[in-house]
DNA sequence: AAACAGACCAACCGCAACTAT
DNA sequence: GATAGTTGCGGTTGGTCTGTT
């Protein structure tokens, strides 16, 4: 293990950049190493004189052998920090600058799927590093906690809802058939990345229901980056608009479009909602392999009940895609009851076109079996994919809907730390749907999303 | 203009897995 | 198999930038 020795130089980058620049020869650190003197390895920022000595290094002798670099080429840093530079700003092929709409999209699906593997969702972002990836999370992350907005969007918190519906225990058995022309990150993932739990990743548990009930819940490849608007740091008037866009170019050869599935509802709820079968959500999580590894969720707070709402940015004056995406969303939501066998609250009227889907039997089965934890998650569960969805229908359709107060469990941890993360009950896995409390008469959609641009990321600083 | 807060970013630290001896 | 060295990963920290008061 390599420790730094030492304190570490403090001095401008200015200095430290002469000094590299005719300080640090290879003779002088040989030299050193002839005497076994002890080498002070320089901390902080790198010198532009640093970098080029590192990709000198790594022109001559390629990536690997970290240590090797301070030896050879008498840089003062020691071989994991030359790594992490190399990985993080040097290496080719680096695409610097914030993150299109797309990458976040994916990002969010990568995380609800992985968790907070970074380097694993760095494999499915070229030229992003884990780094970057992780400090664009929590930033955001903690940004929309502190705003009490879900850390997902809508159609991630779906496939959250649906994977915590169907429990583990209940479809482990079963086999989980790729969705056809589902090449995808989890394919991916699966191939090349280590999972470490018996259990598939509760994504995993939307797909087997998905290709197990026939409501055929469709996970399709993220959107490409070349969207007007970020679908998720935008506000979400904007975002549904945007999703209503049509496109056709891939993420990544890691990502790559496949052909929409045309018999298959949307469910992508918000981002993607749409009346059509065009939703680009992503297959979120592979076919359960022999090691399947449960993402951390290290969100214990939960997301406001009017999470979904955000989607559509519904509001008085609704768009008449946002009133698309309501009734979308109705529909969705009767096919779930009809799927689960649940008696839904009371919400808008019921949409006949649910009736069509036969998804019921296989989930009934499965629901109707005894689960490890106490039959009162079932109706939790339903409560939780109710709360994302019904305030938003409330919006669009003033329908009062009461919400169950068993997802209305705050778990106000408000930290993105990871200490909770690793260890946390996949079967419990927070969805992320919290209910900060309601002041007054006025509806959550009300209060917190989009009417009064409150959502709005602009504004997220004046929240708190 | 100054103070402050938040966002963003780069880098460090500790740990674990992997590899070579 | 044991040990040391190396690499990779994830969490955290601290500095800088930017917007707000």
Not at 161 to 184: I, V
Not at 233 to 258: D, E, G, L, W
Not at 439 to 450: E, L, N, R, Y
Request: proline letters at 11%; aromatic letters at 4%.
């Amino acid at each position: 293990m390599e420790r730094s020795p030492g304190a570490a130089l403090t001095s401008s980058p200015e200095e430290e950049e002469e000094k590299a620049a005719d300080g640090h020869g290879e003779e002088a650190v040989e030299q050193e190493d002839e005497e076994a003197a002890p080498v002070v390895l320089k901390k902080g920022p790198w010198t532009t004189a640093e970098d080029a000595m590192l990709v000198d290094h790594v022109r001559r002798h390629g990536e690997g052998n970290w240590n090797a670099v301070q030896r050879l080429t008498g840089l003062l840093r020691c071989g994991k920090s030359c790594r992490l530079r190399w990985t993080n700003h040097l290496r080719p092929n680096l695409k610097k600058g914030s993150f299109s709409p797309d990458e976040e999209i994916l990002i969010a699906q990568l995380h609800a799927q992985l968790g907070n593997k970074w380097a694993r969702m760095a494999a499915h972002l070229p030229g992003r590093t884990d780094n970057e990836i992780k400090n664009y999370w929590n930033t955001r992350t903690k940004r929309r906690q502190r705003a009490g907005l879900p850390v997902y969007p809508p159609e991630v918190q779906l496939q959250l809802a649906l994977a915590k519906r169907c429990r583990y225990d209940d479809f482990s058995p079963l086999a989980s058939p790729q969705l056809p022309g589902a090449a995808n990150v989890q394919a991916l993932d699966a191939a090349s990345t280590g999972y470490t739990s018996s259990r598939p990743a509760p994504l995993d548990l939307a797909r087997q229901l998905a290709a197990t009930s026939q409501t055929a819940v469709q996970f399709l490849p993220p959107p490409p980056f070349s969207a007007p608007s970020s679908p998720w740091a935008k506000p979400f008037a904007r975002n549904a608009q945007y999703f209503q866009f049509a496109h056709s170019s891939p993420v990544s050869p890691s990502t790559p479009t496949r052909p929409l599935h045309p018999a298959t509802p949307d469910l992508s709820l918000g981002y993607g909602v749409r009346s059509t079968d065009q939703s680009r959500l992503a297959p979120l999580s592979p076919s359960p392999g022999p090691r399947v590894e449960l993402p951390s969720n290290q969100f214990g707070q939960a997301m406001p009940p009017t999470s979904a709402a955000a989607a559509g940015g519904g509001g008085a004056a609704l768009p008449d895609h946002q009133h698309q995406n309501a009734a979308s969303l109705e529909k969705m939501l009767q096919e779930l009851h009809d799927a689960i066998k649940v008696d839904p609250p009371s919400l808008a009227p019921a949409n006949g076109d649910a009736e069509r889907h036969g998804g019921g039997a296989v989930l009934e089965r499965h629901g109707g079996r005894e689960n490890k934890l106490d039959g009162q998650h079932r109706d939790d569960d339903m409560g939780t994919l109710f709360d994302m969805m019904i305030p938003r229908l409330n919006a669009a359709e003033t329908v009062p809907v009461p919400l169950p107060p068993a997802a209305a469990a705050p778990n106000h941890s408000g930290s993105t730390s990871q200490h909770s993360s690793d260890d946390q009950d996949p079967s419990t896995v927070d969805l992320g749907v919290d209910l900060p409390p309601v002041a007054g008469g006025a509806s959550p959609s009300d209060q917190d999303w989009g009417l009064d641009g409150v959502c709005h990321w602009s504004n997220m600083s004046r929240i708190c």
